[in-house]
């Protein structure tokens, strides 16, 4: 293990509550790295992100994960004075920075890690059909990595179906692969029918909310993005026979992609989870 510590942050407001410095030091272990990873708390104002931002790197810092409510703050700024992933340029977010040429370079490795924990619990994407719940960031965010997994068909349910009709525009009009597909649209309590897949990509859920899910509507399995406590969302299909899961391994897997693009190193995420969990 090199003694000479690689230094990582994640930018956020709040930012106490964040698990990031857990799992990047579990990942560090695990491949014998030497870390200092940090939480960095950022007034919400875009010129004290992009000072922080240039602070951090301008004093050796190989690498930055952003959270709320920054992610979009860093898309602009990456867009602007450096260069962007495809997976940020269509999420239109960006969740992870690094230097590339001398150059600020962000990727958003949000729903590759959703895609790599559903395939990782043993869930087929390739040719299924998927339903996501939500017409904001996150689930913009994991439309792309979904089309590239091989998925069947697409269907986005929004209680405003013009923000729904309105993403898939703007989404096909960044990426041939998603214009490629055909997306189906519908207002929330009009997702009816049988998927093999609904993710829930909303925040709803988290004070208790109920999704207005109609009695019609079905699936194998149920994936909630978020994480933490009971998620109703999750408690309405389980009771319907269905295999569930919250967000947590979404993090686990972001956070993975995050790490192997900085150091190099690949990642055991099912390893890595059973230390995080033996922690907690």
Not at 16 to 42: G, L, M
Not at 64 to 92: E, I, M
Not at 160 to 189: F, P, R, Y
């Amino acid at each position: 293990m090199s003694n000479t510590a690689q230094h990582f942050v994640v930018i956020g407001n709040p930012i106490a509550h964040s698990k990031s410095p857990a799992i990047h030091h579990v990942f560090a272990a695990q491949t014998e790295q030497s870390i200092c990873y940090a939480r960095q708390y950022c007034p919400d104002h875009p010129e004290s992100f992009i000072a922080v931002v240039e602070a951090f790197f301008n004093g050796g810092g190989i690498g930055a994960n952003v959270t709320v409510p920054f992610k979009q703050v860093a898309y602009d700024l990456c867009q602007n004075t450096g260069a962007l992933s495809d997976h940020a340029r269509v999420a239109g977010a960006v969740n992870t920075l690094s230097k590339k040429d001398g150059k600020l370079y962000g990727d958003n490795t949000d729903g590759q890690g959703l895609v790599n924990d559903m395939q990782h619990q043993g869930w087929t994407l390739a040719g299924k059909t998927v339903a996501i719940i939500g017409a904001g960031g996150a689930a913009r965010g994991a439309i792309l990595p979904l089309i590239q997994a091989g998925i069947k068909s697409l269907t986005l349910a929004n209680r405003t179906v013009h923000k729904a009709k309105d993403l898939v525009t703007a989404l096909s009009a960044q990426s041939d692969e998603v214009a490629d597909i055909s997306i189906a649209t519908c207002a929330l309590d009009a997702l009816t029918g049988h998927f093999d897949v609904i993710i829930n990509a909303t925040s709803i859920g988290l004070s208790g909310e109920r999704l207005p899910l109609s009695d019609d509507l079905s699936c194998d399995h149920a994936y909630d993005m978020m994480y933490g406590r009971t998620l109703p969302f999750l408690e309405h299909f389980a009771e319907q026979g269905a295999a569930t899961s919250d967000g947590y391994g979404m993090l686990i897997g972001q956070a993975a992609l995050s790490f192997e693009s900085w150091t190099g190193r690949t990642v055991d995420v099912t390893a890595a989870r059973a230390e995080l969990n033996k922690a907690t």
